[in-house]
């Protein structure tokens, strides 16, 4: 076996060698081969691939963007640590079959395809269909380039193995790996004693194995190819724990990727030192936050330390629950007034002023947070709202909702008239035609779910600090207007879900898309809770009914679809909010073009219009 050193350095000469392969082919670093469906003519189970991943469900991250290689012979593989498994790839079908504007996908190697050969991709079903739509054939003449990963939450590990007995006995493989997806190396070391560090064993694949293991709880240190490191503090708690158990931390985008590809490179935020083992801190709010790093925009302040894991159920042990500010006055929010796509997240507004941040130090080891804002609201009375009906697998059929509901298409109210009528969504509601959704909120065939947040949700307190200043929520929409459209995308849901069809564990769809193709997705957890990628929230006021037909769910927190790592944004950047479809065609130039930058117009946030944000906190 190599020596850390010398391997560590045989991963950055690889990871070097490959990029000049790229730059070989071109500054867009794309190599033509070919492209091949996997399980063609039989069926594949992705749980089975030979990274040792496990089960990757279709309505998480890569959204069934699946890939083999060959193991032997890709130079993917070769000399990779874990030859090839966990590398994201751009793949695009070149054959004429696929038409003059061919689709382009991103996948993840998660199997391999032995004997395939060194220019062949071959990819799941769900993938394959998605690049060559309606294509019979189980090959096709393709292109394809490495590129960064950018799932839109943090590190998971998953555990395949924890045997507590005889000595111990731990396998486990590291999977929503942004950057250049390759691991190096993971380390394990009992929480207690931070730095005793024992090496893990490559086992096959992805997956990693560890024997006579310390008691738990355990911290993991883990290395990519490009020599980037992070720290998960107790992310393994309980001895002979499996599954997938969620971090708080995430790899940088590498730069050398983004230099073959011909990309800006990304902003290092990686300190020179690892973080010190956190020191318990009492919880002072009953209701959890969500944990994030923030790397939405520089702003003068000290390097971020790596942010530590938060393991499932009760906040880690190392979290400090940030309670709202008791009486905080509303803050404006300008928006501007025409719509807009594509958003190249972010740094702050010039025009944006300053914010002056007074608040004292986090502790050392606390990761950023968001605290939900104290709920707000009176259910209105008299809105058409559909009845009670048994639990049922989602979504209905607009022909099967309008029955249930009764629906007089010439006395039945338009979402926005709906809206209208609702005092404490008003700043929601101008949200959604800030982003150009007037025709959908008048359009009287739109099936659609529409979930809108209630005003104080804006006045959820955040802490992302160093990168970002802002307290709240509606401070940061202020400061950096470009999240506006995946936030509106993120809750417009292009079917319809009422309430008794929110099966605790169901994956439903938003507007939103990450790599331009795949639905960002919402869970449900019930029928009255929803679990967005950065925050949940729970349903106040439900199934109320509109034209088309139509739902809404009045809910009291924003959901938030990233967490704020540099990996979310790469994938948010991507992101764009299409309509959902209506019997009415819409206008195409909605959601086709940024707002121009001078366009802005103050926001009304419960009735008192402010022109400008506070500069303190």
């Given at each position: ?11 950055l000469?690889l ?9 070989a082919?071109g500054s867009s670093g ?5 492209i091949?469906e996997?399980g ?12 040792g ?10 959204f069934g963007?699946?890939?083999a ?6 130079p993917l ?5 874990q ?24 996948v ?41 990963c ?10 395949d ?6 000595g ?6 590291l999977?929503?790996?942004a950057?250049a ?33 310390p008691?738990?709880?355990?911290d ?60 318990p ?20 302040a000290?390097p971020?330390?790596l ?12 979290s400090?629950?940030?309670p ?7 803050l ?16 702050t ?11 004292p ?23 058409p ?8 697998v ?6 099967q ?20 009528q609702?005092?404490q969504?008003?700043n929601?509601t ?12 008048g359009?009287?065939?739109?099936q ?16 992302a600090?160093p ?11 202020l ?33 939103d ?14 029928p009255?809770q ?17 034209c ?6 009045i ?10 790592d ?19 065609p ?32």
């Amino acid at each position: 076996m190599w020596p850390a050193s010398s391997s560590h350095a045989l991963q950055l000469l690889l990871l070097a060698s490959l990029m000049a392969a790229a730059s070989a082919q071109g500054s867009s670093g794309w190599q033509s081969g070919t492209i091949g469906e996997l399980g063609y003519g039989t069926t594949y189970n992705p749980a089975s691939g030979a990274c040792g991943y496990g089960a990757l469900p279709d309505g998480a991250w890569p959204f069934g963007g699946l890939a083999a290689i060959d193991p032997a012979a890709s130079p993917l593989a070769v000399g990779a640590t874990q030859q090839g498994c966990g590398m994201c790839l751009e793949v695009q079908c070149e054959d004429t079959a696929c038409g003059p504007a061919p689709q382009s996908l991103v996948v993840l190697i998660i199997d391999f395809c032995s004997g395939c050969g060194a220019g062949a991709i071959y990819l799941a079903p769900a993938a394959y269909a998605k690049m060559a739509p309606g294509l019979p054939l189980g090959q096709v003449s393709g292109r394809f380039r490495r590129v960064n990963c950018n799932p839109p939450g943090n590190v998971q590990v998953h555990v395949d193995t924890y045997r507590a007995t005889e000595g111990g006995w731990l396998r486990l493989a590291l999977t929503q790996v942004a950057g250049a997806g390759d691991i190096a190396s993971i380390q394990l070391a009992p929480s207690q004693s931070p730095e005793a560090w024992r090496p893990m064993q490559r086992s096959f694949g992805a997956t990693w194995e560890l024997s006579s293991l310390p008691p738990p709880p355990l911290d993991l240190k883990a290395t990519d190819a490009t020599g980037q490191t992070v720290v998960a503090r107790q992310v393994l708690q309980q001895a002979g724990q499996t599954g997938d158990v969620p971090t708080s931390t995430q790899f940088q985008a590498s730069a050398a990727l983004a230099a073959a590809l011909g990309q800006p490179a990304p902003a290092a935020a990686v300190p020179p030192a690892l973080p010190p083992p956190p020191a318990p801190a009492p919880a002072l709010e009953a209701r959890g936050p969500t944990s994030f790093q923030s790397v939405f925009g520089p702003v003068p302040a000290a390097p971020a330390p790596l942010v530590t894991a938060a393991p499932t159920g009760a906040p880690a042990p190392e979290s400090i629950l940030l309670p709202p500010s008791p009486g905080a006055p509303p803050l404006p929010l300008p928006l501007p007034t025409s719509p807009s796509a594509s958003l190249p997240l972010p740094a702050t507004p010039a025009s944006a002023p300053p914010v002056v941040d007074t608040r004292p130090p986090r502790p050392p080891g606390v990761g950023p947070s968001v605290t939900p804002a104290p709920v707000v609201y009176s259910p209105v009375a008299g809105l058409p709202t559909l009845p009670s009906e048994p639990a049922a697998v989602g979504p209905v059929s607009g022909q099967q909702l309008a029955a249930t509901a009764g629906i007089d298409s010439a006395s039945c109210q338009t979402l926005g008239a709906i809206l209208a009528q609702i005092p404490q969504a008003q700043n929601w509601t101008q949200l959604l035609k800030a982003q150009g959704l007037d025709r959908l909120l008048g359009d009287k065939s739109a099936q659609v779910t529409l979930l809108v947040p209630i005003d104080s949700a804006l006045d959820a307190a955040i802490d992302a600090r160093p990168l970002r200043n802002e307290s709240s929520l509606a401070q940061l929409i202020l400061n950096a207007p470009e999240i506006q459209t995946p936030l509106v995308g993120y809750h417009v849901l292009p079917a319809l879900w009422p309430s008794w069809t929110l099966q605790p564990g169901t994956s439903i769809p938003t507007s939103d898309t990450i790599d331009k193709v795949n639905p960002l997705q919402i869970t449900a957890q019930g029928p009255t809770q929803l679990q967005g990628i950065g925050t949940s929230a729970n349903i106040l006021q439900g199934d109320i009914v509109a034209c088309g037909p139509s739902i809404i769910h009045i809910i009291d927190q924003v959901l938030l679809p990233f967490k704020f790592d540099q990996a979310a944004i790469d994938a948010v950047t991507g992101t764009t909010a299409p309509l959902p479809p209506s019997s009415a065609p819409l206008s195409s130039a909605v959601l086709a073009s940024p707002p121009p930058a001078q366009a802005l117009t103050p926001l009304s946030l419960q009735g008192s219009p402010v022109s400008s944000p506070p500069t303190g906190s």
